[in-house]
């Protein structure tokens, strides 16, 4: 923060940064579009392409009334297939990150990185260091090949890796998908490591209406754990698996599972009213449905295939449109355990040992630390202090193997049924 009060990252006003950045990706994107479609060459992932943009304009961009500034877009052709493969389409990537105004957010995290978010809720762009920017463009073929082969993973979504240059200096943004919709009011949220030191939230992120906590304190806070459908439970545990091999793989490691856990029975007790269905939406009926899902009762199961009915078509439009045909945990309808009328998309069904209906936002964060970069010093040094087993700083296959250890045993937990009867019937 500097002297006015405006947030600053390397010196630059955050809206500086904002504005130069919005130029930058409108002409980025939108050069882009009339280059034909093919396939994906592995040369693409070296591709670096750099445009200036001095203040008074060029003959390919338009004045300013910032400073002259240099925008480097990484890897166009690579990316663009990737936002195509995630069912970005390019005029709703341009108008949410160029034609909207982009929302700072504050970072819980201590790296000092700025995050945006843009008005349509889906993108977050975050400022990463140039090892991280570098990082990534050499992990792109290998997290190709895990989208192709992984369509369940939890990884994050990297729709575009970008440089703002002014000056002697130079910012790196990703821009990645938004896992926490920001409609929903989390009555839990939770940056996990499976690690325990120096894993609780700080009296700062406390103060904050909605902290982001972390292992010690979902230890304290959900000791019960979440519960999940032995079939659901499976899936997850694989694809946690399976994304934790791809990072040890790449030495990575520090990164975390974000997880929003969304009670509704808690909301309906506090008085919240449940969002409004739009047409869109599946599972319009929901409050006239009543009685124990084992049971199948009428109103109940009408509602379910009325959900299962959308939901795959739904999947199928997306398949025409998409390369991988991803299946998410999210989308797979035979795992809906209860319907949730309104509710943003992206969710796992979940239980807390009581019954309470719970909605899961979910993903791993932060993926670019490799620790064949890091200083070998931080490890040694941590390790001496303390127990070296709980430091969060170790190699990447303790790492891996700790954190799921932590979300397989400590956080999810497998039902023995594969549906819960209802303790509370209405949302
Ligand atoms: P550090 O390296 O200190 O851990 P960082 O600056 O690298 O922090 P991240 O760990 O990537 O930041 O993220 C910090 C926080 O920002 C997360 O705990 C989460 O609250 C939020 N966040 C990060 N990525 C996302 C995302 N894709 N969707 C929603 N929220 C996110
Ligand atoms: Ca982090
Ligand atoms: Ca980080």
């Known amino acids: ?37 093919r396939d994906i060459l592995m040369t693409d992932f070296n591709v670096i392409e750099t445009v200036d943009f001095p203040s008074g304009g060029s003959a390919i961009t338009q004045a300013h009334k910032y400073k002259d500034f240099t925008f480097t877009t990484y890897s166009p052709v690579a990316f663009r297939f990737f936002r195509e493969a995630f069912q970005i389409k390019a005029e709703d990537y341009l108008l949410a990150l160029c034609h909207q105004s982009l929302r700072e957010l504050s970072n819980p995290g201590a790296s000092g990185s700025l995050f945006y978010l843009s ?29 192709t082969q992984n369509k369940r993973t939890l990884l994050p979504k990297f729709f575009g890796l970008y440089q703002y240059k002014c000056g002697g200096v130079k910012i790196r943004i990703v821009v990645m998908n938004n896992l926490l919709p920001s409609s929903l009011h989390y009555h839990w949220k939770f ?29 304290t806070q959900l000791p019960e754990g979440l519960w999940l459908p032995p079939d659901k439970y499976d899936i997850l545990n694989s694809t946690l698996v399976r994304d934790c091999q791809v990072l040890e793989s790449f030495g990575i490691m520090d990164y ?30 929901a409050g006239a449905a009543d009685g124990d899902m084992t049971g199948g ?19 199928e439009a997306r398949k025409n449109f998409s390369i991988f045909n991803p299946e998410t945990l999210a989308s797979d309808t035979d795992l809906q355990d209860f319907p ?12 807390t040992k009581g019954g309470d209906r719970l909605l899961l936002y979910l993903g791993v964060i932060d993926i670019l630390q490799s620790y ?32 799921l250890t932590f979300l397989n045993d400590v956080v999810f937990k497998k039902d023995r049924v594969k549906i819960r009867p209802r303790r509370n019937s209405t949302i």
């Open 372 to 403: 064949r970069l890091k200083k070998r010093l931080e490890h040694g040094f941590k390790s001496i202090i303390t127990d070296g087993d709980t430091v969060s700083v170790h190699n990447p296959s303790f790492y891996a193997q700790r954190f």
């Open 1 to 37: 923060v500097d002297e006015q009060g405006e947030v600053t990252y390397k010196k630059t006003p955050s809206s500086t940064l904002m504005a130069s950045l919005q130029l930058g990706l409108q002409h980025s994107i939108g050069g882009l579009e009339p280059k034909p479609r």
């Open 256 to 285: 975390s599972l974000l997880l929003g856990v969304y009670n509704v029975d808690e909301a309906v007790r506090a008085g919240e009213p449940p969002p409004t269905p739009t047409t869109e939406t599946v599972g319009e009926q």
């Open 191 to 219: 940056d996990l490591k499976g690690s325990t030191y120096k894993r609780r939230a700080s009296p700062a992120e406390l103060e904050k209406k909605s902290p982001t906590f972390k292992d010690l304190d979902f230890n």
């Open 119 to 147: 008005a349509d809720d889906e993108f977050i762009i975050k400022t990463v260091q140039k090892k991280e920017a570098v990082f990534l463009q050499k992990l792109l073929p290998g997290y190709y090949l895990n989208l």
């Open 340 to 351: 949730t009328p309104g509710y943003p998309e992206g969710y796992i069904q979940a239980r």
């Open 297 to 315: 009762g009428g109103g109940e199961t009408d509602e379910r295939e009325r959900s299962r009915t959308f939901l795959q078509s739904r999947i």
